[in-house]
């Protein structure tokens, strides 16, 4: 009888550490998870957009959410090359829903638009991420 409760005292405090030992691991992971930033803000991935970044620490694993207007403007990520020259390398990812969602790696990451000659406009974005 003694043998049966102590199980039964055993039981719950695994069940206690399970527990605990699962929200630490869903704390560690929410924390990895990165914050997410809406490019423009209120005014969303215009001509205005290359300035956005200024006084902003963005890390790698941040979310850049791009809104715009579909038919109007695209996202293409590039190279620096691809940047500079505002053109679309092999390769290059294009997003084109008007509601992007871009996870951001380590080091400079680059954007620009390719529509009606934006880029060459000044619609394009560089951000680094730590």
């Known amino acids: 009888m003694a043998w049966g409760r102590g199980s039964a005292s ?10 605990a030992v699962a ?11 990165g914050a997410t930033y809406y490019v423009g803000d209120g005014n969303g991935w215009s001509f ?14 941040d979310t850049l959410v791009f809104r715009y207007v579909p038919w109007i403007h695209n996202v293409v990520a590039v190279d ?10 092999p390769g290059s990812r294009t997003y084109t829903s008007g509601n992007d969602r871009v996870t951001l790696a380590r ?12 880029c060459n406009l000044g619609m394009k974005l560089v951000v680094y991420a730590a």
Request: with cysteine.
């Open 10 to 19: 055993a039981s719950r405090a695994m069940a206690a550490m399970a527990f």
């Open 80 to 89: 620096e090359d691809g940047y500079n020259g505002c053109t679309t390398p």
């Open 107 to 118: 080091g400079e990451n680059f954007f620009i638009c390719t529509r009606f000659g934006h």
């Open 48 to 61: 205005g957009s290359p300035s956005w970044p200024n006084g902003k620490h963005f890390h790698a694993g």
């Open 23 to 33: 929200c630490f691991c869903c704390s560690v992971l929410a924390a990895d998870a």
